[in-house]
């Protein structure tokens, strides 16, 4: 039967300690306070009980200093719950600058896993202990959540942009992935495990599934099969701006705003062009909307960022020895998935773990999320 | 407060003309203009629609005793919560304590003869009914499954099941709820008797004027949002659905600017209901009276100010996000201050435990903890790991169950006497009471612990470690629905069996306690002039029933 029965959560991860924390001060203070409260409430429910003596109320004045007093009084922890939740917060929505990146797409009802060095799996994300991991997540249809609890991390994971949240994992271990916001029929089978594992084996893990070829070096050759490399090069009067270095750095945009070019902006700039157009351009881009699918979108924004990196951040741009780039899922498998009113048949591209549980997790999701958008009622 | 100059009718040995037996047949209840009537109109009409949703918490509750999804296929598992929510929200809270306690009492509390608009009123029961219809068309064809939140654009694009019909059916109700709101708004300004001053006033006129604004201003928000949903899913133009060109944003914002708001339309008539009664059962005038008055349209103001605390999660800036967090900790002020005033009250007071009395009792204890979980969604950092889990699921059903529920059972305990002018049975009440309290709290206490493990919310199945706790949470699912099946046996046969109530048989301070029970149709034969102060008590004006 049930052979364990917890409590409280597992707490593996370097923000999980802080969250507990704030948990159990909340926990502290508004017990006291609700404790207080129910305390007196029954001391006078017994005290003032009516009885023969008591037929009529005694009449008293009442104080003002009593009513402000218990309208200022609350401000001052809530005050302290409000910068301290604000403080955590912070830290869960800032990524560290060297975590290690891992794209996430979510799906009625599987979630994949796209590694920088070119290993994808399903349902399964194993990761290094004790270093930081980016997870960047985007739909292909609705609104998705990823969410362990072990690390007290949960972002939603929307349709049209990145998401993204972190987590340092600090325990060896197996733990829940959970999809957390509502999806559809199998939303509550769009679930998996976290493995986290040490370095070692986690090496011997990246080196022993089959690997797709790295986004970077597959997003290379899409730069050239979308011919975005005609205009986006480094030449002088090319028609749009060079890419080399430009990821993760402020650019001016006209009419004077700066933004950085960060994942979403790249996104955007892709399927929908003329959204923001770099000072000094002409708004000549084409949409690349229901031609790139997700996939590819992660591949094309890997290859930029890889262009002018420093060597070694964030998983450079080397060519892939096996496999073939052609051969690589959702390249070519899964087209105009994002705006296409029909999307593929799920292709499990699993990467199967040392354990083997990957391809077992791989052959569960339902293939019918394409469809309930086609079967549609008019 | 010198004389009280108040005309009570003379207590005839004969069965007094009342709004009850002045006409009798089905067509003189449906085209009936008499708050009173409709009024009772609306409380079939509630009961039958807490059933329905009952019924469909009763087969989630039971699905979730074993972490498979064996009982239902996943499909209905979500219409199941899909339609719980729905019913629940929209055609029993909302109308719940205004269009039925609020539409029998509030005029009465005025000195007034009827609501400033009686052909207005009995509309709005017809539109309620018109979209209770096409909610239980939607049952009938195989209902809908979006969650009541209907996010988009699942609710837009993919959904395949009677978003439109469902959607059609909420907004038609939500224009009676505006109604309501418009005529209670304009009874409260123009219809008062003469003497009673806006701090005359009893606290539940104060609470339902707070609730109608809301109603007034946030509905035709969500009746905006909705019919845009019905306008991107059935012609394709894109609003919330990002492969068409919408912003799935778009659609929190616009729903949750109505929705946060809504959850005072839901608990501000309780705690109205909470005040009334704890004034009459301790014979006290509320402490900090003005405090609690105002605190009713602060909240309503505030409430407008915090909706994106439901989007921590969602993709919000982390500044826009602190922005909403810290209004969100200042709504729960001025709830606290009626906490701490109801609580004041009970001080040198002269309480007794009538059935009202418990439920506003309990109301203050489920409300306490309901708020408090508030303030832990309100703490971002936190909010992160409890969003979308059962952590939100207890809190708001502590808020909307613990809260709204006790505090329309407290108020129909109160003024059952006086709506049907017989004393329902006050053991099996009090047993209810007990029983509602004890269930509630082993329904949905586990919740908060299944929550913070991790557990999200709207699954189907799910993973072993978390069984004990539902098996916990189902077991007290069946207390609680036993709590509330009682009320259904005793209301009845009280109204055959129950001894009379006299006009006042809590000697409680209120016009409406100084009319003949059941009220004539007119509420007063002579217009009643008000001099004294509001829960002012005097032990002249009770039937000693106490």
């Given at each position: 039967m049930i052979d364990d029965f917890p409590l409280f959560p597992e707490s593996a991860s370097t923000v999980s300690g802080s969250v507990d924390a704030l948990y159990f001060f909340l926990i502290a203070v508004c017990g006291a306070v609700s404790l207080a409260v129910v305390v007196l409430i029954i001391f006078f429910a017994i005290k003032y009980r009516r009885t023969a003596s008591n037929q009529i109320p005694e009449h008293y004045e009442e104080h003002k200093a009593l009513e402000i007093g218990w309208i200022i009084a609350p401000l001052f922890p809530m005050m302290i719950m409000f910068l301290w939740g604000a403080k955590v917060y912070f830290t869960i929505a800032r990524p560290p600058d060297n975590a290690l990146e891992v794209y996430a797409t979510g799906r009625q009802w599987m979630w994949k896993f796209q590694h920088v060095g070119g290993q994808s799996e399903i349902n399964e994300l194993h990761v290094p202990v004790n270093r930081a991991v980016k997870v960047i997540a985007a739909s292909e249809d609705v609104i998705h959540d990823f969410y362990v609890p072990a690390f007290r991390v949960k972002t939603d994971v929307l349709p049209n942009r990145y998401s993204t949240t972190w987590f340092q994992a600090t325990k060896i271990g197996r733990y829940h992935l959970f999809c957390a916001e509502y999806c559809g029929t199998q939303h509550s089978g769009m679930i998996g495990w976290v493995t986290v594992m040490e370095p070692a084996a986690y090496q011997q893990w990246l080196a022993g599934g089959v690997n797709e070829g790295s986004p970077a070096a597959i997003g290379k050759s899409l730069f050239e099969k979308y011919a975005c490399n005609t205009c986006h090069n480094a030449q002088s009067g090319a028609r749009g701006p060079a890419l080399d270095g430009a990821f993760g750095k402020p650019v001016s945009l006209r009419g004077g705003a700066v933004v950085r070019r960060d994942e979403n902006y790249l996104r955007e700039s892709i399927l929908?062009?003329?959204?923001k157009i770099v000072e000094?351009?002409?708004?000549i881009m084409p949409t690349f909307k229901g031609q790139v699918n997700e996939a590819e979108l992660i591949q094309l924004i890997s290859y930029i960022k890889s262009l002018g990196a420093p060597v070694g951040a964030g998983g450079p741009a080397t060519p892939d020895k096996g496999s073939g780039v052609s051969a690589a899922p959702g390249a070519s498998a899964q087209p105009g998935s994002a705006a296409s009113p029909s999307l593929p048949a799920v292709q499990p591209g699993v990467a199967p773990g040392p354990d083997g549980r990957g391809a077992a997790a791989g052959a569960e999701p339902s293939a019918s999320g394409s469809a309930v958008r086609e079967a549609k009622q008019p | 407060m010198t004389t009280t100059v108040i005309d009570v009718p003379e207590i005839p040995v004969v069965e007094k003309p009342n709004y009850l037996n002045q006409e009798y047949g089905a067509v003189s209840w449906l085209l009936t203009q008499d708050h009173k009537r409709i009024g009772i109109l609306y409380l079939l009409s509630v009961t039958g629609m807490f059933l329905l949703g009952g019924f469909f918490a009763v087969l989630m509750r039971l699905e979730l005793v074993t972490p498979a999804g064996d009982l239902f296929s996943s499909d209905t598992y979500n219409k199941l919560f899909t339609l719980h929510g729905l019913v629940m929200i929209f055609f029993f809270l909302i109308p719940s304590i205004p269009a039925v306690l609020g539409n029998f009492i509030l005029p009465i509390m005025l000195g007034a003869?009827?609501?400033?608009f009686p052909k207005l009123n009995l509309l709005s029961w017809y539109l309620y009914m018109i979209g209770t219809a096409f909610s239980l068309l939607v049952v009938l064809l195989g209902g809908v499954d979006t969650g009541w939140t209907f996010y988009t654009p699942f609710s837009t694009s993919f959904s395949n099941t009677h978003v439109v019909l469902m959607i059609i059916g909420a907004f038609v109700a939500g224009f009676s709820s505006i109604l309501t709101g418009f005529n209670f708004i304009v009874t409260i300004h123009r219809m008062r008797a003469p003497g009673l001053t806006w701090f005359r006033l009893p606290l539940f006129v104060w609470a339902m004027y707070a609730t109608s604004i809301i109603m007034l201003l946030g509905t035709p928000v969500i009746a905006i949002t909705l019919s845009l949903v019905a306008i991107e899913r059935l012609l394709h133009v894109g609003i919330f659905d990002p492969a068409i060109g919408g912003d799935p944003l778009l659609f929190q914002h616009l729903f949750w600017f109505y929705s946060h708001p809504a959850v005072y339309i839901m608990i501000l008539p309780a705690m109205g209901v909470t005040s009334e009664v704890i004034a009459a059962f301790t014979r006290r005038r509320i402490f900090g009276y003005k405090f609690v008055a105002f605190s009713s349209l602060a909240i309503a103001f505030l409430g407008f100010l915090v909706w994106a605390h439901h989007m921590f999660v969602a993709g919000i800036s982390v500044y826009s996000a602190m922005i909403f967090s810290l209004l969100s900790f200042l709504v729960a002020i001025p709830s606290a201050v009626k906490v701490f005033n109801w609580t004041g009250t009970l001080y040198k007071g002269s309480i007794s435990y009538q059935t009202p009395m418990l439920f506003a009792l309990g109301f203050i204890g489920l409300f306490l903890i309901g708020g408090m979980t508030g303030l832990f969604l309100a703490t971002m950092g936190l909010d992160i790991h409890v969003h979308d889990t059962y952590f939100i699921v207890a809190h708001f059903h502590y808020i909307m169950v613990g809260g709204s529920v006790m505090g329309y059972f407290a108020g129909i305990h109160y003024w059952w006497p006086k709506i049907t002018g017989r004393m329902y049975a006050e053991w099996w009440a009090r047993a209810s009471a007990v029983l509602i309290f004890a269930g509630f709290n082993l329904t949905f206490f586990p919740q908060f612990i299944l929550g913070y493990l991790g557990m999200p919310r709207r699954y189907h199945a799910y993973s072993p470690e978390f069984q004990i706790l539902n098996v916990m949470s189902s077991a007290g699912a069946s207390i609680l629905a036993l709590g509330y099946a009682l009320p259904m046996f005793y209301f009845a046969w009280s109204l055959k069996f129950g001894k009379e109530a006299g006009n006042n048989p809590w000697g409680a301070a209120g016009l409406e306690w100084q009319t003949s029970s059941p009220p004539p149709t007119e509420n007063f034969h002579t217009t009643p002039v008000v001099t004294w102060e509001a829960y002012e008590y005097r032990p002249e004006w009770s039937d000693g029933n106490v």
């Amino acid at each position: 039967m049930i052979d364990d029965f917890p409590l409280f959560p597992e707490s593996a991860s370097t923000v999980s300690g802080s969250v507990d924390a704030l948990y159990f001060f909340l926990i502290a203070v508004c017990g006291a306070v609700s404790l207080a409260v129910v305390v007196l409430i029954i001391f006078f429910a017994i005290k003032y009980r009516r009885t023969a003596s008591n037929q009529i109320p005694e009449h008293y004045e009442e104080h003002k200093a009593l009513e402000i007093g218990w309208i200022i009084a609350p401000l001052f922890p809530m005050m302290i719950m409000f910068l301290w939740g604000a403080k955590v917060y912070f830290t869960i929505a800032r990524p560290p600058d060297n975590a290690l990146e891992v794209y996430a797409t979510g799906r009625q009802w599987m979630w994949k896993f796209q590694h920088v060095g070119g290993q994808s799996e399903i349902n399964e994300l194993h990761v290094p202990v004790n270093r930081a991991v980016k997870v960047i997540a985007a739909s292909e249809d609705v609104i998705h959540d990823f969410y362990v609890p072990a690390f007290r991390v949960k972002t939603d994971v929307l349709p049209n942009r990145y998401s993204t949240t972190w987590f340092q994992a600090t325990k060896i271990g197996r733990y829940h992935l959970f999809c957390a916001e509502y999806c559809g029929t199998q939303h509550s089978g769009m679930i998996g495990w976290v493995t986290v594992m040490e370095p070692a084996a986690y090496q011997q893990w990246l080196a022993g599934g089959v690997n797709e070829g790295s986004p970077a070096a597959i997003g290379k050759s899409l730069f050239e099969k979308y011919a975005c490399n005609t205009c986006h090069n480094a030449q002088s009067g090319a028609r749009g701006p060079a890419l080399d270095g430009a990821f993760g750095k402020p650019v001016s945009l006209r009419g004077g705003a700066v933004v950085r070019r960060d994942e979403n902006y790249l996104r955007e700039s892709i399927l929908n062009p003329q959204a923001k157009i770099v000072e000094g351009y002409e708004p000549i881009m084409p949409t690349f909307k229901g031609q790139v699918n997700e996939a590819e979108l992660i591949q094309l924004i890997s290859y930029i960022k890889s262009l002018g990196a420093p060597v070694g951040a964030g998983g450079p741009a080397t060519p892939d020895k096996g496999s073939g780039v052609s051969a690589a899922p959702g390249a070519s498998a899964q087209p105009g998935s994002a705006a296409s009113p029909s999307l593929p048949a799920v292709q499990p591209g699993v990467a199967p773990g040392p354990d083997g549980r990957g391809a077992a997790a791989g052959a569960e999701p339902s293939a019918s999320g394409s469809a309930v958008r086609e079967a549609k009622q008019p | 407060m010198t004389t009280t100059v108040i005309d009570v009718p003379e207590i005839p040995v004969v069965e007094k003309p009342n709004y009850l037996n002045q006409e009798y047949g089905a067509v003189s209840w449906l085209l009936t203009q008499d708050h009173k009537r409709i009024g009772i109109l609306y409380l079939l009409s509630v009961t039958g629609m807490f059933l329905l949703g009952g019924f469909f918490a009763v087969l989630m509750r039971l699905e979730l005793v074993t972490p498979a999804g064996d009982l239902f296929s996943s499909d209905t598992y979500n219409k199941l919560f899909t339609l719980h929510g729905l019913v629940m929200i929209f055609f029993f809270l909302i109308p719940s304590i205004p269009a039925v306690l609020g539409n029998f009492i509030l005029p009465i509390m005025l000195g007034a003869r009827d609501l400033a608009f009686p052909k207005l009123n009995l509309l709005s029961w017809y539109l309620y009914m018109i979209g209770t219809a096409f909610s239980l068309l939607v049952v009938l064809l195989g209902g809908v499954d979006t969650g009541w939140t209907f996010y988009t654009p699942f609710s837009t694009s993919f959904s395949n099941t009677h978003v439109v019909l469902m959607i059609i059916g909420a907004f038609v109700a939500g224009f009676s709820s505006i109604l309501t709101g418009f005529n209670f708004i304009v009874t409260i300004h123009r219809m008062r008797a003469p003497g009673l001053t806006w701090f005359r006033l009893p606290l539940f006129v104060w609470a339902m004027y707070a609730t109608s604004i809301i109603m007034l201003l946030g509905t035709p928000v969500i009746a905006i949002t909705l019919s845009l949903v019905a306008i991107e899913r059935l012609l394709h133009v894109g609003i919330f659905d990002p492969a068409i060109g919408g912003d799935p944003l778009l659609f929190q914002h616009l729903f949750w600017f109505y929705s946060h708001p809504a959850v005072y339309i839901m608990i501000l008539p309780a705690m109205g209901v909470t005040s009334e009664v704890i004034a009459a059962f301790t014979r006290r005038r509320i402490f900090g009276y003005k405090f609690v008055a105002f605190s009713s349209l602060a909240i309503a103001f505030l409430g407008f100010l915090v909706w994106a605390h439901h989007m921590f999660v969602a993709g919000i800036s982390v500044y826009s996000a602190m922005i909403f967090s810290l209004l969100s900790f200042l709504v729960a002020i001025p709830s606290a201050v009626k906490v701490f005033n109801w609580t004041g009250t009970l001080y040198k007071g002269s309480i007794s435990y009538q059935t009202p009395m418990l439920f506003a009792l309990g109301f203050i204890g489920l409300f306490l903890i309901g708020g408090m979980t508030g303030l832990f969604l309100a703490t971002m950092g936190l909010d992160i790991h409890v969003h979308d889990t059962y952590f939100i699921v207890a809190h708001f059903h502590y808020i909307m169950v613990g809260g709204s529920v006790m505090g329309y059972f407290a108020g129909i305990h109160y003024w059952w006497p006086k709506i049907t002018g017989r004393m329902y049975a006050e053991w099996w009440a009090r047993a209810s009471a007990v029983l509602i309290f004890a269930g509630f709290n082993l329904t949905f206490f586990p919740q908060f612990i299944l929550g913070y493990l991790g557990m999200p919310r709207r699954y189907h199945a799910y993973s072993p470690e978390f069984q004990i706790l539902n098996v916990m949470s189902s077991a007290g699912a069946s207390i609680l629905a036993l709590g509330y099946a009682l009320p259904m046996f005793y209301f009845a046969w009280s109204l055959k069996f129950g001894k009379e109530a006299g006009n006042n048989p809590w000697g409680a301070a209120g016009l409406e306690w100084q009319t003949s029970s059941p009220p004539p149709t007119e509420n007063f034969h002579t217009t009643p002039v008000v001099t004294w102060e509001a829960y002012e008590y005097r032990p002249e004006w009770s039937d000693g029933n106490v």
